[in-house]
């Protein structure tokens, strides 16, 4: 097994209301159109009764079992009250190693309200799709999956919130973090990237790396080596195309820091894909 491979799991109430219950660590409340997103998987239940007791487990009965499919819809047993609630769970592993600066800074559980959710169009979009009325399982659900947990994961990292202390020590930190993780194939620059921040190369390049732990140029280097590992091993995209797809105009610069990251060319990486997986 992959140690650094990491877990989340995201649940978006479809209809109804209910509560995610952390074990031994407090609750959520949901209501339809919500999101909670647990970066780590950390053990929870859902219940559609609002005053029962939450015991220690990972689900509410007659919801999927963990390490089932990427993404499932399902409804909380009516006996515990919870006719008429149905749920999205989308589960999706990633690279700890990549994910950690922005997974560090977040709690073990959270919720996005629908109106976040609904003005993000990428999430939005996927999330419906996923969860389609007779839509069945296919092959390319793991990459769905995945890009929810990666746009939930920026949506997380806010600007200051009224009522709370920035998650970086400057708001443009946050932005700028959320467009590696978003908008990583675009021809971002160091300089790029400070304007994006609303701060001076210097200044965010000393912000950036004291927040996030490494410095920029070499964060946004490795989020776009993890897509293109992604896109090797679980997709058939001709591997001439994604160095491009991920942000490098230059195939030379891509193999190199492919291979600097994983010890492996590209190619050779999606060969052993089926190992990977």
Known sequence: MDTDLARAVLHHVLAGRCRLALHGAGTLELGAGDLALLPTGIRHRLTAAPDAPPPPGTSAPGAPAPGGAPAEVWGLDGAQGGAGVRVLTVRAGYDRRAATPLVSVLPRALRLERARVEAAPLLRET???????????????????????????????????????????????????????????????????????????????????????????????????????????????????????????????????????????????????????
């Open 127 to 277: 999330l419906a799709l996923l969860a389609s009325p007779g839509r069945r399982p296919g092959p390319g659900d793991r990459l769905l999956a995945l890009r929810v947990l990666e746009t939930a994961l920026a949506l997380a990292a806010p600007p200051r919130r009224p009522d709370g202390p920035y998650p970086y020590p400057h708001p443009g930190i946050g932005r700028s973090v959320a467009v590696i993780e978003t908008r990583y194939a675009e021809p971002w620059t160091v300089v790029t990237l400070a304007r994006e921040a609303g701060m001076s190369r210097s200044a965010f390049t000393a912000a950036f790396r004291e927040a996030v732990g490494s410095p920029p140029a070499r964060h946004l280097t490795a989020r776009r080596i993890r897509e293109a590992a992604r896109l090797l091993a679980e997709t058939g995209l001709p591997q001439s195309a994604v160095p491009a797809r991920v942000g490098y105009r230059s195939r030379v610069g891509f193999h190199l820091a492919f291979r600097a990251t994983y010890g492996v060319t590209p190619g050779e990486y999606r060969a052993a894909a089926p190992r990977r997986i």
